[in-house]
């Protein structure tokens, strides 16, 4: 195990039940290319640690001018530095109810395409045979098996069980993506996963860089791959009023997403204004740039015309 990688980790949210199948142990890495306009985790833009301040719950105690922590958790550090060594320890302590519940580990963000190489060692270890995949999951010849699928003749191994050889089987791993990563690091952290959430912003290259700050070129590539690969992923496309839920955008979507390839789904998350309430604790402005009371577009018609699988979150 490399004990000198660190990353930077602004939390580990366990018991997590929408990040992929089962009861799922989620970890938020720290740092982000992207700005998107509606980004509902701003703490987790920045790659450095920073201090969160919760003015509600202030007491104006001075202890804080002191030197000494906050008694009222008005002051609260976003961020920390981890070994490899000690995420794996964090991970395995809930291994055996993520597994009997079919579950196991996501990565998320932030971006953590940006942490690839701490992000491939992790893997490897979780992956290393110690820790078992979920029940209901196995591997034939090295290759994951879709979501939902079990060993030969249907009947998934029991908690605590192992492959043949005695061998215990590896977590399911998930990441979830803008894809905003160059080609070479997204296919060596993507070949590791089992399944994959690739978020998708907008299909037109001047509105994505519009309204998230980068040209889409390098998305639209790993995308491509990704369905080349047959590695089975869901799209996630964030609904945002007057941005990407009309027509014509569903439309684009559908025409990246058509074709043969391990794609499960598509689902769409509409916009919640929850994400404003995150900001002032980080210091920054919330200024999205389009009318957050507009109605929205949830309409499915052009995904399912392209025959793409789609639900509404």
């Not at 998107?36 to 701003?42: D, Y």
């Not at 996501?106 to 060692?121: D, I, R, W």
């Not at 089975?232 to 496309?237: E, G, K, L, M």
Request: glycine letters at 12%; aromatic letters at 8%.
């Amino acid at each position: 195990m490399n004990s000198e990688l660190t990353a930077t980790i602004f939390e580990v949210r366990e018991f997590c039940l929408h990040d992929g199948p089962g009861i799922r142990t989620t970890v938020f890495f720290k740092g982000c290319p992207l700005r998107c306009a509606w980004c509902h985790n701003p703490e987790g833009l920045s790659p450095e640690p920073e201090m969160l301040f919760k003015s509600g719950k202030c007491h104006h105690c001075g202890n804080c001018q002191n030197g000494g922590d906050c008694p009222h958790g008005a002051r609260v550090m976003c961020g920390r530095r981890w070994t490899v060594e000690e995420l794996v320890q964090e991970i395995r302590v809930n291994a055996d109810i993520l597994r009997s519940s079919g579950g196991g580990v996501t990565f998320s963000g932030g971006e953590p395409l940006m942490q690839a190489k701490f992000l491939c060692a992790l893997a490897d270890e979780l992956q290393s045979g110690e820790t078992p995949l979920p029940q209901g999951e196995t591997r034939r010849g090295g290759t994951p098996l879709p979501l939902g699928k079990t060993q030969s003749g249907g009947t998934p191994l029991p908690l605590g069980k192992t492959q043949s050889g005695g061998t215990p089987l590896p977590l399911y791993l998930a990441l979830e993506t803008s894809g905003y990563a160059p080609e070479g690091v997204y296919r060596e952290v993507v070949e590791r996963m089992d399944l994959v959430f690739q978020d998708l912003k907008h299909p037109d290259p001047v509105a994505h860089k519009r309204w998230t700050g980068v040209d889409p070129a390098p998305i639209h590539a790993n995308l491509a791959w990704l369905k080349a690969s047959g590695k089975p992923f869901v799209a996630r496309i964030p609904l945002i009023p007057g941005v990407n839920d009309s027509e014509d955008a569903k439309e684009g979507f559908a025409r990246l997403l058509e074709g043969k390839s391990g794609l499960l789904r598509v689902e769409l998350l509409p916009y919640h204004l929850t994400a404003a309430a995150k900001y002032p604790f980080t210091g920054r402005a919330y200024e999205p740039g389009f009318d957050v009371t507009a109605p929205l577009n949830k309409e499915t018609a052009a995904f399912e015309r392209h025959g793409l699988p789609v639900v509404v979150m």
